[in-house]
Structure formats: C-alpha cells, structure tokens
C-alpha cells in the first residue's frame, strides 16, 4: 500500500519560512517524479513545484520562483519543499504528489499517489 505522509505546516508570519516533507513508502521512489501541489480555500488544486526522478531537474511556478526550493533524498524516499519569504498568498493545504512523470502541464486527475496534505497558514 502506498503512502505519502506530509509534516511541517504550520502557522508562520509573513516573510517567515517553513519546511515541508513528505516520507513515501509502499513504492518504488527512485522511479518516480514528485511534486508539490497546493490548495487555497475556494481555489483550484494547482502545481507548485516539482522535480525529477534523480533531483537533477527541477520546476517551480512563477509564483513561488526564487522563494521555494524542492529536493528529495532517495536513500530516505523523502522529498522536500523549503518555503522562504512565505506571504499571505502562500496560505494553502500542501500536498504530496507522485506520478512517474511529472511535466508543467500535469493536472491533479493525472497524479497516481496523493498525500493527506498539510496546511500552510501566513499572517500578514
């Protein structure tokens, strides 16, 4: 069975930063491309960022860009979002997603595995 299991949100103030992971067991994790999709109230799931399946590339959205860093750690099967700068816009529930490819113009239907997600709140 497999699981993706997200820590790290919280609550953090406006130009603060938080760490996101997600520890994946169950699958295969070397094989697989990872993101991080998030999910404000009334809005739209949408792609934050996500990398490949060695980590050597990497996409974030213009929104995020020069703010959040993906990595991952295949020897833990653990990836990683570093928020920087957080704003209030950034307030969101965070997911964990896997999909053996993952491209700009991945949608949430095509993602295979899903996380339970953790929320991300920013107070100005």
């Known amino acids: 069975q497999v699981q993706l299991v997200e820590s790290g949100g919280g609550s953090v103030q406006a130009g603060g930063s938080l760490r996101l992971s997600c520890a994946a067991s169950?699958?295969?994790?070397?094989?697989?491309?990872m993101g991080w999709f998030r999910q404000a109230p009334g809005k739209e799931r949408e792609l934050v960022a996500h990398?490949?399946?060695?980590?050597?590339?990497?996409y974030y959205s213009d929104s995020v860009k020069g703010r959040f860093t993906i990595s991952r750690d295949n020897a833990k099967n653990s990836v990683y979002l570093q928020m920087d700068s957080l704003k209030p816009e950034d307030t969101a529930v965070y997911y964990c997603?896997?999909?053996?490819?993952?491209?700009?113009?991945?949608?949430?239907?095509?993602?295979?595995?899903w996380g339970q997600g953790t929320q991300v709140t920013v107070s100005s």
């Open positions: 169950g699958l295969t994790f070397s094989i697989y491309a």
């Open positions: 990398i490949s399946r060695s980590g050597g590339g990497t």
């Open positions: 997603a896997s999909r053996l490819t993952i491209t700009t113009t991945t949608t949430p239907n095509m993602i295979d595995y």
